[in-house]
């Protein structure tokens, strides 16, 4: 299976070419949008959601990864193969955590784009390298050091909101197993205690919640946390 | 074919989550999004989507229906076996339409998530459930009474707006059917009278038609009907 | 592969259900969506969209084109074999600047629908017929001549803005071919100078570039061109 997790939108183009390219360069593999709505330009962001929301997958399964604001520009592309599964993408930050997260690690750095657009490498380059280790399941690229992909200055957890979903829910870029159960987090003017689901809690009452894939998220029951709250990408909190 | 009717949008991550489960555990069978966008929390306004959307799938079809705010707390899941045509989804209503529209109906549920995230059931507990129809053509979980299905509170039509599609187009919980051709509909201050096409009134004009799946639904040629006549979700109208 | 151009947005229910019957009516065919998000009305800013986001498919590819005011009316629907590759669709233009591209190009003129809707085409005609030339690759309909497809009033670049993606980036109807490389635009109060891609200018600064797909496009790095200089669907600029 290759899954994309991209700022690419699914309404077109960008989605569509790259799953056209797929379907022919890797026929019978099945794809799957994990996230097409990442925040454009924001790679910090996307870095922290990518280990909880792509562990759990079989080994073998390729992951594209793109946010690319640099796309044209310098920076390498790279495939990582991490506990068996496979990432490919550019190399600005996107795996730093990833790579703290996972057991075996190892990557490469693919070959400058010689034949490739100057704006779209996910479809000239990366789409075809993942079609490819789909197919073969063999490594692409020259062998790199895994210190190329850390970024040492950044937490571990990263306490701001990385996402917002349809419903309004924030998710944030901090592991649930970071903080106690019974802490209270604190945004703007407003305390939010922990509750187990959406359902514990009375209609309209804010609260955070270990989500789906095991990262502190802060909603609100049959409504919008972003908007009663007024959360933004970005916005900061503390515990 | 596994159709998934939910409100989760497709850009990320719950329809891709799910879709991953599905290719996983049901290998080869299409999986298609119906609807991603049902309204948040509207239970009711999905139920009088579904039998006129679901009808005229092939016996075996499998549909994933998800609008579930009480996810993670006591609301049942059920699977549904309606004409030939498998249902599974929270049980709060979703399907009680569904269940006076059908000839031969049959309901089951499901036991008690165990090892289920609180807060996403439809990945934990409803998709291996789809797949393993899909899969398998066999019921699952204890067989109970259709009448757990029903709400004999709500009417056969509902006179409300349940869904305004990218057009502007407002779709009624009401049947064509229900109503007679020279019906002039009233919501707010505007009379709108029949057509049977967008192209057979002049650009701009308001009017109801028999959609392409037997409601009623109001709109403009060439413009924004939810715009125009200021339509939201849930505003009324009458005959 | 069949593949969609379409204004009918992906979420629901007009993309799911003809996905639904391409699935059925052509097993084993991947569906792939390029676009979904066409302006609604806006035929002629499609067309000048399909020649360069639809070249480049192999032989054999059949693309549903579907921006469809006058459905239910007079307009007649087309299947048109463009250098190998099949398009089926509505004829009001859509495939005007397409016939003007390609060598080898015929058409054929579908019989009137009798048992569509009279709001759903796609569904009930272009979609079967599109899943019979993905199976057969047998022509459908009567021969008629090239000329009806033709809008010789059009010109061959469109001096405006067709398409508005999720970044804000301004897709014209332009070829970057037709205008030098030094030319610099003219919008509303802002010149734009052309750049090779976006990291090559500095954050915030607006530009033209040759897009991946060979249009001239306006673009900011790091931002929204949309926003930036108030560009909108149809606005109009010069070199």
Redesign the interface.
Known sequence: ?I?L?T????????T??V??LL??QAPGV?V???????A??DIQGAAYLLPP?TQG??PGTVFLCVVD?????RRPGVVVRADGRWFVGPNEGLFAILARCVGQIECWQLPDAVHA????HA??VFAPVAARLARDGKEVGERVSVETLLRPDWPNDLFRVV?I???GNAVTGVRASAIPDDAVLKTGDYLLPRA?????VGAGVAFW?????GLVEIAV??GSAAHTLGLRLGTGFRK
């Open positions: 299976m899954v997790l700022d690419f939108g699914l309404d077109g183009p960008y569509g070419q799953q056209a379907h022919q099945p799957v949008s994990l996230f097409a709505d990442l454009a330009f929301y997958f079989v604001p640099g796309v044209g520009g657009s100057a704006s779209f479809r000239d996402y979903d349809r419903y187990r689901t959406f359902s514990d919640y270990r989500n789906a894939n029951n049959r």
